[in-house]
T-cell receptor, first 114, second 112 residues
Framework: EPEVTQTPSHQVTQMGQEVILRCVPI?????FYWYRQILGQKVEFLVS????????KSEIFDDQFSVERPDGSNFTLKIRSTKLEDSAMYFC????????????FGDGTRLSIL | GENVEQHPSTLSVQEGDSAVIKCTYS??????FPWYKQELGKGPQLIID?????GEKKDQRIAVTLNKTAKHFSLHITETQPEDSAVYFC???????????FGGGTRVLVKP
């Protein structure tokens, strides 16, 4: 069964450094998402992406965050200058085009900011 | 914005018994409600979903019910097995866009 893959599984970064989290969505999916889960808290929506542009973003997704689809298979989340509070589990998801299509999640990248 | 509350936060059941998890949502325009199972070290895995034009959906031992008037939906797992032990999340999607709002999760432990 096709799946969403994320790399790395764990990223440790010094505060203030840039970090890029990578995702390979399911190949025929056209909608891509990033969510995050801070330890002990709810899974939170960050951003959705379709047709090479952001379609929706949350208040969390400020100017420090950006997303990109650099080629036909990868989808990335960049955090420009990391803060301690960016430490979380980051999940990528993808879905087919259409209303109320199921979102399929990767296994996540655990980001630890020191 | 949408708010989803999930209860209980932990649930311990004997193997073979049923488990029920309940979620409430705040946005009456929400129209899609998926349930995810998350095992240790893995991402959320979709197990069942329901759309607002349906009141109930069943897939083998798993069923979901939706009460739009009361704005709540529930996951029912029958004949629980040890491999059902995991964290379960409910979520809701509003009428516009594809953003999912998640509940806080329920840790289910099935005791053999």
């Amino acid at each position: 069964e096709p799946e969403v893959t994320q790399t790395p599984s764990h990223q440790v970064t010094q505060m203030g450094q840039e970090v890029i989290l990578r995702c390979v969505p399911i190949s025929n999916h056209l909608y891509f998402y990033w969510y995050r889960q801070i330890l002990g808290q709810k899974v939170e929506f960050l951003v959705s992406f379709y047709n090479n542009e952001i379609s929706e973003k949350s208040e969390i997704f400020d100017d420090q965050f950006s997303v990109e689809r650099p080629d036909g298979s990868n989808f990335t989340l960049k955090i420009r200058s990391t803060k301690l509070e960016d430490s979380a589990m980051y999940f990528c998801a993808s879905s087919e085009l259409g209303q109320n299509q199921p979102q399929h999640f990767g296994d996540g990248t655990r980001l630890s900011i020191l | 914005g949408e708010n989803v509350e999930q209860h209980p936060s932990t649930l311990s059941v004997q193997e073979g018994d049923s488990a029920v998890i309940k979620c409430t949502y705040s946005d009456s325009a929400s129209n899609y409600f998926p349930w995810y199972k998350q095992e240790l070290g893995k991402g959320p895995q979709l197990i069942i979903d329901i759309r607002s034009n349906v009141g109930e959906k069943k897939d083998q031992r798993i069923a979901v019910t939706l009460n739009k008037t009361a704005k709540h939906f529930s996951l029912h797992i029958t004949e629980t097995q040890p491999e059902d032990s995991a964290v379960y999340f409910c979520a809701a999607k509003g009428f516009a866009g594809n953003k999912l709002t998640f509940g806080g999760g329920t840790r289910v432990l099935v005791k053999p």
